[in-house]
T-cell receptor
């Protein structure tokens, strides 16, 4: 399958700082990218969906001013957690989908573990 | 609102035996179901899927069964191999295409040699 990378894989930051996570599709053009969050022993929860060149669509309950998503190119999306707090500590996973649009062709990154002290 | 549930957080099976991972869902609008496998430090990878018009889909050692009336699906792996040890996520969506796939919490399968 196609490859999606995330950087960094792990980040520890102080409360109040902002953290940027990058998601790249390495060998295909991702028309749609997704950002998920997973708390321990819970499901992958969809946070937002973004199409290249458009504003992201956020799921209910996800603050768009806190979780800034930029999908500036067909191979890169970024998630910035602004003014991070300990409750934002979680595992963040991105996913990218090509033109086919089907879930079978949706590929996931390895995830980023965010710890806010 | 947990629309997709995997009630067993872990499962341990002997090599060569059958592994059965279960998944339940509550949304009757779900019509397309998927299983993903996740190794440590890697993202989930698509394993097998099934649409609601079928009750079984087989791909090699992996078979997914769907019982729509019970809102239940299961993944059978036979024979199980140590390399199958991973976390398995069940997912569901109203359509094969869209932006509203919902995941279960995952089941960690350990296959012992």
């Amino acid at each position: 399958g196609a490859v999606v990378s995330q950087h960094p894989s792990r980040v520890i930051c102080k409360s109040g700082t902002s953290v940027k996570i990058e998601c790249r599709s390495l060998d295909f053009q991702a028309t749609t990218m997704f950002w998920y969050r997973q708390f321990p022993k819970q499901s992958l929860m969809l946070m937002a969906t973004s199409n290249e060149g458009s504003k992201a669509t956020y799921e209910q309950g996800v603050e768009k001013d806190k979780f800034l998503i930029n999908h500036a190119s067909l191979t890169l999306s970024t998630l910035t957690v602004t003014s991070a707090h300990p409750e934002d500590s979680s595992f963040y996973i991105c996913s990218a989908r090509g033109n086919s649009g089907t879930y079978n062709e949706q590929f996931f990154g390895p995830g980023t573990r965010l710890t806010v002290l | 609102d947990q629309q997709v549930k995997q009630n067993s957080p872990s499962l341990s099976v002997q090599e060569g035996r059958i592994s059965i991972l279960n998944c339940d869902y509550t949304n009757s609008m779900f019509d397309y179901f998927l299983w993903y496998k996740k190794y440590p430090a890697e993202g989930p990878t698509f394993l097998i899927s099934i649409s609601s018009i079928k009750d079984k889909n087989e791909d090699g050692r992996f078979t997914v069964f769907l019982n729509k009336s019970a809102k239940h699906l299961s993944l059978h792996i036979v024979p199980s191999q140590p390399g199958d040890s991973a976390v398995y996520f069940c997912a569901a969506s109203p359509l094969i295409i869209g932006n509203d796939m919902r995941f279960g919490a995952g089941t960690r399968l350990t296959v012992k040699p």
